[in-house]
RNA sequence: GGCCCCGUCGUCUAGCGGCCUAGGACACGGCCCUCUCAAGGCUGAAACGGCGGUUCGAAUCCGCUCGGGGCUACCA
């Protein structure tokens, strides 16, 4: 954020271009302190890497924390009075301060190779000795004096000279005191002239005014680093909020490789809503009322606490999430849930942007039959594909449709008669509605033919819907309309 | 390997020395409701990693141990 109060996210752009969940999920804590305590919440591309740069990831950003509500004050689309937003266009802005650590002692060139780099630390590790880093061979000397010893490179890089009593402790606003690794010496501006995320994340926290750095607990044991920029540059050190990590079912850091759910877009892919993701995110390490998970951003926002963040890092379980999509659908109103439903499929590339009129009265009328019996919104076409599909097509399923001819199969031997029954029952039907149907049906076959409910209704529904598990049949007969029922049920017969 | 972070039901969590024979939620089992499937109601099983210590008393404090994770890049 920034100014007085708030906090800043910061995001950089992944090189498969796909956001991942864990920005969200930092994006989320950082947005509701913001909300708390009255400041900016700002949105920052941290682009230095330029090997792992996308072009189409920072749209992507964009994107999918809008969707799932997470709005910032300022940023590269939005503005804001620290512009540009971007730190790949800051570069001018970092270079007086390297040349001023340099010119103060604090950091030095270096001329090492990355082979010679490589080789160091492989040395160092089959050592297995204890004090590892860079061996400062370049430390105090010139370009000359250098360039006579072996493993030398054109393009020096400027490293962090490290003090012996470097401080390694600081105060975390989540885990109270907490003790970091000793610093090697960082490179904080590589060979291509981009400063590494340690200078520019300092230099661009303090100018935009950024009071509460919110990311996740990896960067625990660089902080010591950023800590001393601060120092010797003269600056105010911000405070420190570092989130759990987010992690797979075996516990390691969650990974686009293990779990797809690692990219931020799949829950939209999937046809979750963005409340119910969000409040599924809020709810990974941090508590909630006894017996109310379901809670709106309002409320996480109302009574949000660094304190109560647990230090502990969540596993992700899909199945609670699976649960508050249901309960959010639940709660939207019919036409709400048609609209989504709808917008999800264009979204989905399943249906184009003209939706035909028959398809979309369908969706509007089919929404609260099929409303409790959703768990992501890709599930509502396959609940609803006997009614949105046309006779013809329907009835060559019997043909072509494997499950269509095993609920077939799986009929009993009365289902003649019961069809029989029906078609009689139903063809003088007046009022073609739910409870009219529910009372026909009732009468002719439960009575009539003295059968229990659960295989008096079978074969209806199988001739209707073609599944033997289906939305509510007598309001799915209702919507389907009297001809097309009349004429599956002669079809099935 | 080194340094750092962390350790309550399968999972998300409550607990911050006695209110804990450890509470809630998801998932799971059973029952009820019921035109199938859901939803809903009731109900059941399920955890303080281990060992020492401090204390009248420990899930809560300390130490060790074991276990998990992160970092150890001219990546963030």
Redesign the pocket.
């Known amino acids: 954020m920034t100014d007085s109060t708030g906090a800043r996210l910061?995001?950089?752009p992944?090189p498969t271009g796909d956001p991942h969940v864990g920005t969200a999920y930092m994006a989320l804590f950082n947005l509701a302190y913001a909300r708390k305590a009255g400041g900016k919440f700002a949105l920052r591309i941290?682009?230095?890497?330029?090997?792992?740069f996308r072009e189409d990831s920072e749209q992507q950003i964009f994107e999918s924390l809008r969707w799932l509500g997470l709005d910032w004050d300022e940023g590269p689309d939005v503005g804001g009075p620290y512009a540009p937003y971007r730190?790949s266009e800051r570069l001018e802005t970092y270079r007086p301060h390297v040349e001023r650590l340099i010119a103060e002692g604090h950091a030095y060139y270096?001329?090492?190779?990355?082979q010679r780099?490589a080789e160091l630390?492989d040395a160092?590790?089959k050592s297995?000795?204890?004090?590892?880093?860079?061996d400062r061979l370049c430390l105090g000397m010139t370009r000359d004096e250098r360039a006579k010893l072996p493993g030398f490179?054109d393009?020096?890089?400027v490293?962090m000279l490290i003090p012996d009593d470097a401080p390694?402790?600081f105060s975390d606003v989540i885990?109270?005191?907490?003790?970091?690794?000793?610093p090697?010496d960082?490179?904080i501006?590589?060979?291509?002239g981009?400063?590494?995320?340690?200078l520019?994340?300092v230099v661009d926290d303090h100018l935009m005014g950024i009071t509460h750095v919110v990311r996740?607990?990896?960067?625990?044991?660089?902080t010591p680093k950023h800590i001393l920029l601060y120092r010797w540059l003269g600056w105010d050190v911000p405070a420190f909020a570092?989130m759990?990590?987010l992690?797979n079912?075996?516990?390691?850091?969650i990974?686009k490789r293990k779990n797809p759910a690692a990219r931020l877009l799949w829950f939209r892919e999937r046809g979750y809503l963005p409340e119910a993701l969000r409040n599924f995110l809020q709810?990974?390490?941090?508590?909630?009322e006894?017996?109310?998970?379901v809670t709106s951003f309002a409320e996480f926002v109302d009574g949000f606490e660094w304190?109560?963040v647990?230090?502990?890092?969540?596993?992700?379980?899909l199945?609670?999430?699976?649960?508050?999509n249901?309960?959010y659908i639940?709660a939207l109103s019919d036409d709400e849930l048609a609209a989504r439903i709808e917008e999800h499929l264009r979204y989905a590339g399943t249906w184009g942007e003209a939706v035909p009129a028959r398809h979309r009265e369908i969706l509007r009328q089919g929404a609260p039959?099929i409303k409790?019996?959703?768990?992501t919104l890709d599930e509502a076409l396959p609940k609803l594909g006997f009614l949105l599909a046309d006779d013809d097509d329907f009835l060559a399923g019997w043909e072509s449709d494997e499950s269509m001819r095993e609920a077939r199969g799986g009929l009993r031997d009365d289902a003649v008669q019961v069809i029989d029954a029906a078609v009689d029952a139903l063809a003088g039907l007046a009022d073609w509605n739910?409870d009219a149907l529910?009372e026909t049906l009732?009468a002719a076959l439960v009575d009539g033919l003295a059968l229990?409910?659960?295989f008096?209704?079978?074969p209806v529904?199988v001739a209707v819907?073609g599944?033997?598990?289906?939305?509510?049949?007598?309001?799915?007969m209702a919507i389907l309309g009297r001809d097309s029922c009349l004429r599956r049920l002669r079809a099935l017969r």
């Open positions: 910061r995001v950089a992944s941290e682009d230095t890497d330029r090997a792992r730190q270096c001329w090492c190779s990355p780099l630390r160092q590790a297995k000795q204890a004090d590892t880093g860079y490179s393009t020096p890089v490293r390694l402790t885990r109270g005191a907490v003790k970091a690794p000793r090697d960082q490179v501006l590589k060979a291509d981009f400063p590494t995320y340690h520019a994340v996740g607990e990896e960067w625990i044991s660089s570092h759990p990590l992690r079912q075996d516990k390691s850091k990974s709810l990974m390490g941090y508590p909630c006894e017996g109310h998970e304190s109560k647990n230090t502990v890092g969540p596993v992700f379980d199945k609670k999430l699976d649960w508050l249901g309960a639940r039959i409790e019996r959703l768990v739910a529910h009732q229990k409910p659960k008096a209704f079978a529904r819907t599944s033997r598990v289906s939305p509510p049949l007598f309001e799915s």
